[in-house]
């Protein structure tokens, strides 16, 4: 079974504009010729316009925003509805960012009806999961890992789940400097994949990509990318440098 395999640069709260597009056209002129990978551009809101000009006519490359509101337009001063992101070319927003629950106090109500905002657009969610140090120290992270998948996907049917990205990322490698080995990546996106299998069945659970977040970097990201059931990576730190980022997308 042949999955998409999928490389995203999540920008987080970096760059000024012109330094978005100088890394964009890097990234382009690097990478533009090796289509079998999807590069997923996520900049901050700001940059989304100038960076689609930039990504729309090249090889395999998409936009992506690092969040949605809940709700669908109105009075929300400062937010961003998926329908604004779709009509500056989104085709995928990030759900469920460990920085969203830890920083903003997200919880599975507001994934939920993000995603389905999503969904209504035509947006694809990369729904992001992942323990704490805590409860991996614990040895509850394949309980954590469950509950934060099966609370949200019972909101959806399979055909729902076909458009969904999951991305495993440990909070204690995300920004850290600390990945997770290569036989700990893949041992929980073996159990992801079987929780999928539970909830709805094999055949969605492996078409699904697996994505594993967390200082991926030039270095690991090739003994990661090796693992039967990790599909590629969701980068931040190493997605800001056009080298790194591009090494990382040649790791496969
Ligand atoms: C992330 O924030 O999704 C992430 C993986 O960050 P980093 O690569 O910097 O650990």
Same mark, same amino acid.
């Given at each position: 079974?042949?999955?998409?395999?999928?490389?995203?640069?999540?920008?987080?709260?970096?760059?000024?504009?012109?330094?978005?597009?100088?890394?964009? =056209?890097?990234?382009?002129?690097?990478?533009?010729?090796?289509?079998?990978?999807?590069?997923?551009?996520?900049? $901050?809101?700001?940059?989304?316009?100038?960076?689609?000009?930039?990504?729309?006519?090249?090889?395999?490359?998409?936009?992506?925003?690092?969040?949605?509101?809940?709700? !669908?337009?109105?009075? +929300?001063?400062?937010?961003?509805?998926?329908?604004?992101?779709?009509?500056?070319?989104?085709?995928?927003?990030?759900?469920?960012?460990?920085?969203?629950?830890?920083?903003?106090? &997200?919880? =599975?109500? %507001?994934?939920?009806?993000?995603?389905?905002?999503?969904?209504?657009?035509?947006?694809? $969610?990369?729904?992001?999961?992942? =323990?704490?140090?805590?409860?991996?120290?614990? %040895?509850?992270?394949?309980?954590?890992?469950?509950?934060?998948?099966?609370?949200?996907?019972? &909101?959806?049917?399979?055909?729902?789940?076909?458009?969904?990205?999951?991305?495993? &990322? $440990?909070?204690?490698?995300?920004?850290?400097?600390?990945?997770?080995?290569?036989?700990?990546?893949?041992?929980?996106? !073996?159990?992801?994949?079987?929780?999928?299998?539970?909830?709805?069945?094999?055949?969605?659970? !492996?078409?699904?990509?697996?994505?594993?977040?967390?200082?991926?970097?030039?270095?690991?990201?090739? &003994?990661?990318?090796?693992? $039967? %059931?990790?599909?590629?990576?969701?980068?931040?730190?190493?997605?800001?440098? !056009?080298?790194?980022?591009?090494?990382?997308? +040649?790791?496969?």
């Amino acid at each position: 079974m042949s999955r998409q395999k999928i490389v995203a640069g999540n920008w987080k709260m970096n760059k000024s504009l012109q330094e978005a597009k100088t890394l964009v =056209e890097m990234i382009i002129n690097q990478v533009n010729d090796f289509d079998e990978v999807t590069k997923i551009i996520i900049p $901050p809101f700001p940059f989304l316009d100038a960076v689609n000009h930039l990504i729309s006519s090249k090889a395999n490359f998409s936009l992506g925003a690092q969040n949605c509101h809940t709700n !669908a337009g109105g009075a +929300f001063t400062g937010e961003v509805s998926a329908s604004i992101l779709k009509s500056v070319g989104c085709d995928y927003v990030l759900v469920g960012h460990s920085e969203r629950r830890q920083f903003f106090k &997200e919880k =599975e109500a %507001d994934f939920i009806l993000k995603i389905k905002e999503a969904l209504k657009n035509n947006i694809r $969610p990369v729904f992001c999961i992942g =323990e704490t140090i805590h409860e991996r120290k614990t %040895d509850n992270h394949f309980k954590v890992v469950t509950e934060q998948l099966s609370s949200v996907l019972k &909101e959806f049917s399979v055909a729902e789940f076909s458009k969904f990205i999951l991305a495993y &990322e $440990p909070v204690w490698a995300i920004g850290t400097g600390e990945t997770a080995t290569a036989a700990q990546a893949q041992e929980m996106h !073996a159990y992801i994949r079987n929780i999928v299998t539970d909830l709805y069945d094999s055949n969605i659970a !492996a078409q699904v990509s697996i994505l594993y977040g967390g200082s991926c970097n030039p270095q690991n990201a090739q &003994e990661l990318f090796k693992c $039967p %059931d990790v599909d590629g990576g969701l980068i931040g730190g190493a997605s800001l440098n !056009a080298d790194d980022f591009c090494k990382i997308i +040649f790791s496969f």
